[in-house]
């Protein structure tokens, strides 16, 4: 591995949050969630797997929790989808 990019999780957490304004986990839920948004009101096709979630019930569940919306307000109203977040 190059040296430059083997630093530990804790060294990235570091330099992450105060640069992005998030850690990294939380900023990655919440870039899937906005992709899939995005994804949903854009096709009739299931996103869930496309975004990293086991299932449509995990990707919902997740959206919820983190959005306080529901998925059939994006798949209902495509414009919405431009900034879910």
């Known amino acids: 591995m190059d040296p430059d990019i083997s630093g530990c ?10 640069t992005v304004g998030q850690d990294p986990l939380e ?9 899939g948004a995005h994804r949903l ?3 009739d096709e299931a996103i869930a ?11 919902g569940l997740a959206f919820k929790r983190e ?14 989808a431009e900034h879910p977040l």
């Open 9 to 18: 999780r804790s060294s990235l957490a570091a330099r992450f949050n105060p």
């Open 67 to 80: 959005l306080s919306k529901q998925l059939a307000a994006i798949a209902d109203k495509p414009e919405a």
């Open 41 to 43: 009101a854009h096709t």
């Open 49 to 59: 797997h496309s975004v990293g979630y086991v299932s449509e019930t995990a990707f």
């Open 27 to 35: 900023y990655l839920t919440r870039w899937r969630l906005e992709l």
